[in-house]
């Protein structure tokens, strides 16, 4: 069964760290970009942030460039976001999503399977 | 960045009935290669957005065949031929020609009527 399980989220300070974990199974994990997108409370989907298979090619949305930064462990199929500086407005579900093309390097592709979602809270 | 901009905002069906989503982008999404860089998804309530179709107009695996992408450049609909009850929630459009970022629409509401 093909399963993306985030972990990582709560409440945080404004201010503070968070680290945000994403465990892939069912999938050929290391073949595949993935990607972020958060949702708001009530709001639409923002993407966050991407990475390919092979961690060479990564990319922000401005809105979190230089305080968050994505990484992978191919070897064991997880994903992560490490988010610092958090502000209220990053206040949403994160999901975390496989990019469906296949050893792409430097492009991105629709997004074919989602995780249920971590959800992160910055308040004080 | 490419802005993604969708019509209507909330859409009222008759089970049965088709329905259509537009989506507007504000730079051409055509690539070269004769595909256009557009991507549905379906949000349905309580649950993770899953893909509908990619590349404007290619249906993703298990999405059933009333589904269906159209267009080219910058304008693109999704219809679906005959509503059912489980085909209600929010519809995003996405681009991913030009990133990043991948950009999504505001998102369609379709309810039943």
């Known amino acids: 069964e093909v399963q993306l399980v985030e972990s990582g989220g709560g409440l945080v300070q404004p201010g503070r760290s968070l680290r945000l974990s994403c465990a892939a199974s069912g999938i050929r994990f290391g073949d595949h970009g993935m990607h972020w997108v958060r949702q708001a409370p009530g709001k639409g989907l923002e993407w966050v942030s991407g990475?390919?298979?092979?961690?060479?090619?990564?990319a922000y949305a401005d809105s979190v460039k230089g305080r968050f930064t994505v990484s992978r462990d191919n070897a064991k199929n997880a994903l992560y976001l490490q988010m610092s500086d958090l502000r209220s407005e990053d206040t949403a579900l994160y999901y975390c999503v496989k990019d469906m093309c296949y050893h792409n390097p430097t492009d991105f592709c629709a997004l074919d399977v989602w995780g249920q979602g971590t959800t992160v809270t910055v308040s004080s | 960045d490419i802005v993604m901009t969708q019509s209507p905002l909330s859409l009222s069906v008759i089970p049965g009935e088709p329905a259509s989503i537009s989506c507007r982008s504000s730079?051409?999404?055509?690539?070269?290669?004769?595909?256009?860089?557009v991507d549905w998804y379906l949000q349905k309530p309580g649950q993770s957005p899953q893909l509908l179709i990619y590349?404007?107009?290619y249906r993703a695996s298990g999405v059933p065949d009333r589904f269906s992408g159209s267009g080219s450049g910058t304008d693109f609909t999704l219809k679906i031929s005959r509503v059912e009850a489980e085909d209600v929630g929010v519809y995003y459009c996405?681009?991913?020609?030009?990133?990043?970022?991948?950009?999504f629409g505001g998102g369609t509401k379709v309810e039943i009527k």
């Open positions: 590349l404007g107009s």
């Open positions: 990475i390919n298979y092979n961690s060479v090619y990564i």
């Open positions: 996405m681009q991913v020609l030009q990133t990043p970022p991948l950009t």
């Open positions: 730079q051409s999404l055509l690539h070269s290669n004769g595909n256009n860089y």
